[in-house]
Every structure is written in structure tokens, then in C-alpha cells.
């Protein structure tokens, strides 16, 4: 359902991409992990046409994203739900009104339907009773949640999550862990989860593949992941400070 | 050694150059926007009420105190060589011609001009621009054409407000405070007003209000670096607006009225 092949990706001298190929299956759910700053965010943002690659392309139900135009781009996108890792909630817009923005646009729904809507869709991630605030009265986990309920909003078939659980606390991180499992079963979603965060790695993965270096150095099923020998991802999984992957600035 | 000076000259222009590109890119996705529906009603009309409504007070005083500082200045200046009876036209000729145009435009620029950059560096830097098109809305079209449309149409409307009010802060020190006679003050401010200088006035207008949009909202939709990025841009935009304004009224000028 989603291919990358060869892609490449450099910001002036910065090589983040750099041959990198991955598959996702319909109806997987794939958990992409790697180090801060190894270019997950980048990896995401390449396959629903934020940012195109250098070299080599990303195909989503066969068609490359790159060469798609504007028109065909927006019907593709419609078909995809994303969570930011800032949650990247419209800050002038209510709650129900971030849920619904989507609705309100592409559907002839009226306003009423519409919030009623975004009710329900709140409720599914366990929001009641805040569809009239505005983003900023909400504590972190709840942002996630209401980004979370927008994702969902148009009946995805692809949902990006982008460390969802960071920067929570460990029971609103188990919070969302649920919710995504939830998705994935009732909605029957293909996903892509990037994290460093294993303990949601392992518990939301059918795949989990390693980003390193630019490219996606191994692959495979959790129990697979738990027992590499790869010295890299054995460094990465247990979170060891020595060990082949460097940290700028650490000399071991 | 000319390669050096070729890299360097090559080092000095990329930067402007690349600004330049994506500065006419972005007035290309603006006009391709401005022609396709939706059109975004709710957003431009929202617009128009904070360019041109929530500008007025300042427009307003700007105006007036300028008109009337204007009347004093000429009225002293020119009694010394007995030409009182023309300061209504002088008063009259540069508001329409020069001040009423500039002065709404470099209001409206620090005002309305820096919330944009701020709003939209904001919005980019907290990723609620990428949110925007993952949700299958183009984000031009969406905040940016608003706000080049509110531009476009408001300031000239200020511009007349400007107009009006600085010629009757001149009134006011001519015939009330230093004793002009009424009629005689308006048949100076009537009788050598042409048209022409209203209306090329307005077209100033027009262009200070598409140049320093656009600038704004290009500074906003390009932050990079967080908080520090948006107050760059903020700064950047008013910098860069102020002079797009100032230079290219001299220009504008001799070429409307030749
Ligand atoms: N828009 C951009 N412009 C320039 N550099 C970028 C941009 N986006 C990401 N990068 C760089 O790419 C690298 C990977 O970033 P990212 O994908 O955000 O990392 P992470 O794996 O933590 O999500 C970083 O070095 C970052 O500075
Ligand atoms: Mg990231």
C-alpha cells in the first residue's frame, strides 16, 4: 500500500534519507523507531507528499506522490489521517471546530451534523464535555487526543502518528498506545507510528523497522526485534549509552 | 582567484536571489488561488475587518495630526512670501498624492503587516500549516489569499479615509485656529484637485497593499527556528514592507504622474 524506494533526502549538507526502501502492507501497522534527529519525522512527512524526495519516490496505492498533481494530491489526502508530535491543533479554531475542519470542508454536512460528529469522534478517544474549548486550556495528552479524534475524522484508510506518545506521562502514553490499537482493530486502518518510546513500540507493531543512518537497517516482527543480534538496534532497544551508534558530542 | 570572486559574488546574490524566486512563486500560487473556488468568504471577509476596520483609530490620528501639522508648516512658510491662499492646495495635492496613500500603508503594514508574519510563523512553526494540507487544503489559498485580498482592497479604502480626514485636520488649523477664510481655504483645496490625483493615489494604494501582504505573509509562511524564528520574521516583515513602500512610491510617483 505504501512503498519507498531508493528515496533520498538532504536538507543543503545533510544527508537524512539516504536510499532508504520500506513497505507497508494494507491493513499493517508499522512502528518505525531511530535515535532523535535520524529523520523519522522526515520519513513521515515523504509519504503523505509534505515533503518530496530528491532521489527515487514514494508510491501510496501505486501512485507516486511526487507526481501527482495538486487536484489528485487533496483526493489522495483525504484518505489519510495524521497526528503531529505537536499535535499542531489550529490554535484559533474550538475543539470541535479543529475536529470538523475537514468535514465542514470536504462534505456538505451541515454545522449541526458537523459538530455532532466531532462529538462522537471525541468520545472515541474518550473526550466528552470540552467540544467549546479552545486548544490552549488543554494539558498535552488531551491535545494529542483531540489531534488524535481530527485524524480520524474522514474514516481514514492511512493513519500517520508521529511519536505519539512523547512527552506524556506514562498513563496518558498508555492512553494513546489503546487508542491506536483501538483504531487499528475498529477501523481496520494500515498505520505508520514513529517513536523511541519501545514499550509502545512493541505493544502497537505487527512490523518494526529500525531508521538508521538514513536508511532502514532492520525489519521485522516484535518478538523478531526483541531478539536481533544487530548490534545497532540491540544498542537502540535497550537503551545503552555505549555501543556502535554514536551520539554527537559523547566520546566512549 | 576568480573563482573566488566568482563563489563569493555567487555566496552574496544566493540568498536574495532564492527570496526573489519564492517570492514570485508564492504571487503565482496566490493568483491561481484568487481564481479557484471555494473561495473563502468567511476568511477574507474576517480579514478585511482586521486590515482595514481595526486600523482605523491609528489611521485616524495618523491622518489628521499629519494634516494639520502640514497646514501649519505651509501656512508659516508660504506667508513669507504672501502665498497663504495656496496652502489648501498644497494640503490637498500631497495628502491625495503622497501622504494619504503612504501614511495608511505604513500603519497598516506595522499593524496588520506584522500579525500576519506573527500568525502565520506561528502556525508554520507549530506544523499547523503541514496539519493544514494533510487535511487536503491548500494553505495559499486558505490564509494567504485572504490577506492579499484584504490588502488589495482595504488599504485603498483607508487611503480615501486618509485623504479626507488629513484635508479637514487642514481646514481646521487654516480656518479655525490661524483665521483663514472658509471659503477661500476650500476653493484652494477645490480648484486645482483633479481627479487624477485621487485616483493615482489609489492605485499607490493598491500596490502598497498587495507588496506588503505578500511580503508578510512570505516572511510567516518561510519561519524556521521557533519563537526566535517568528520574531525574525515579524521584524523582517515590517523592515522589508517599510522599504518595498518608501522606494517603490518614488518610483510609482514619477511614473503617475508624469
Ligand atoms: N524542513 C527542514 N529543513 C531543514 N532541515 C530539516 C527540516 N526538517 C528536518 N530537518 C533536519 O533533518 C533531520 C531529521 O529531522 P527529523 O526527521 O525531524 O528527526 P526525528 O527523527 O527526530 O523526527 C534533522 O537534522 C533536522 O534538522
Ligand atoms: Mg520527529
Redesign the pocket.
Known amino acids: 500500500m505504501i512503498e519507498f524506494r531508493d528515496v533520498h533526502?538532504s536538507?543543503?549538507d545533510?544527508n537524512?534519507l539516504q536510499g532508504l526502501n520500506l513497505n507497508v502492507d494494507k491493513g499493517e501497522s508499522i512502528v518505525v523507531i531511530?535515535?532523535?534527529?535520524?529523520?523519522?519525522?522526515?520519513?513521515?512527512?515523504h509519504v503523505i507528499g509534505l515533503?518530496n524526495p530528491d532521489n527515487g519516490a514514494v508510491y501510496v496505492d501505486s501512485n507516486s506522490i511526487s507526481e501527482m498533481n495538486e487536484d489528485g494530491l487533496n483526493q489522495l489526502r483525504k484518505k489519510f489521517g495524521m497526528l503531529f508530535?505537536s499535535s499542531a491543533l489550529f490554535d484559533s479554531m474550538t475543539v470541535w471546530e479543529n475536529v470538523g475542519f475537514a468535514l465542514k470542508r470536504h462534505t456538505s454536512m451541515s454545522e449541526s451534523d458537523v459538530k455532532e460528529l466531532s462529538s462522537e469522534k471525541l468520545k472515541m478517544v474518550g473526550l466528552v464535555g470540552i467540544e467549546d474549548d479552545m486548544p490552549a486550556q488543554l494539558s498535552g495528552g488531551m491535545r494529542k487526543r483531540v489531534g488524535l479524534a481530527r485524524a480520524i475524522a474522514m474514516n481514514p484508510e492511512i493513519l500517520l502518528y508521529?511519536?505519539p506518545t512523547t512527552g506524556l506521562d506514562p498513563i496518558n502514553a498508555e492512553v494513546i498506545n489503546d487508542l491506536i490499537i483501538k483504531m487499528n482493530e475498529e477501523l481496520n486502518v494500515t498505520s505508520v507510528t514513529?517513536t523511541?518510546d519501545m514499550k509502545s513500540a512493541y505493544k502497537i507493531a505487527d512490523t518494526i523497522a529500525m531508521?538508521y543512518n538514513g536508511v532502514i537497517i532492520s525489519r521485522g516482527t516484535p518478538e523478531e526485534i526483541r531478539n536481533t543480534t544487530d548490534p545497532v538496534v540491540r544498542q537502540f532497544i535497550e537503551g545503552k549509552a555505549s555501543g556502535p551508534i554514536s551520539v554527537e558530542g559523547i566520546d566512549k | 582567484m576568480i573563482v573566488k570572486v566568482i563563489e563569493f559574488i555567487g555566496a552574496v546574490i544566493e540568498k536574495p536571489a532564492l527570496g526573489m524566486g519564492r517570492i514570485v512563486l508564492l504571487l503565482v500560487s496566490i493568483l491561481r488561488g484568487m481564481l479557484k473556488p471555494p473561495f473563502e468568504i468567511r476568511n477574507i471577509i474576517g480579514q478585511m475587518l482586521e486590515v482595514g476596520v481595526n486600523s482605523l483609530p491609528v489611521v485616524l490620528i495618523t491622518a489628521i495630526a499629519t494634516g494639520m501639522v502640514l497646514a501649519l508648516h505651509m501656512y508659516t512658510g508660504f506667508s513669507r512670501f504672501g502665498a497663504e491662499g495656496l496652502v489648501g492646495t498644497v494640503v490637498a495635492l500631497s495628502m491625495t498624492r503622497e501622504f494619504g496613500p503612504v501614511l495608511a500603508a505604513l500603519v497598516v503594514a506595522g499593524r496588520a503587516g506584522a500579525a500576519m508574519a506573527a500568525e502565520l510563523g506561528t502556525m508554520k512553526v507549530t506544523e499547523q500549516i503541514d496539519a493544514l494540507e494533510t487535511l487536503a487544503v491548500n494553505p495559499v489559498k486558505y490564509l494567504v489569499v485572504p490577506r492579499f485580498l484584504a490588502g488589495l482592497i482595504m488599504l485603498p479604502a483607508l487611503t480615501i479615509i486618509t485623504d479626507i480626514v488629513g484635508i479637514l485636520g487642514g481646514y481646521f488649523v487654516n480656518v479655525v485656529l490661524l483665521g483663514t477664510s472658509s471659503k477661500s481655504y476650500l476653493r484652494a483645496t477645490w480648484d486645482f484637485l483633479q481627479m487624477e490625483d485621487i485616483y493615482n493615489g489609489m492605485i499607490k494604494a493598491c500596490f502598497f497593499g498587495a507588496a506588503f501582504t505578500l511580503i508578510s505573509c512570505y516572511k510567516g509562511f518561510y519561519t524556521?527556528g521557533g519563537a526566535e524564528g517568528v520574531g525574525r520574521a515579524t521584524t523582517g516583515a515590517v523592515v522589508y514592507s517599510f522599504m518595498t513602500i518608501l522606494i517603490s512610491d518614488y518610483f510609482l510617483s514619477a511614473w503617475l504622474f508624469r
Open positions: 533526502k536538507f543543503e545533510n537524512v531511530g535515535g532523535s534527529g535520524t529523520g523519522k519525522s522526515v520519513l513521515l512527512k515533503m508530535q508521529d511519536e514513529i523511541h531508521l | 524556521s
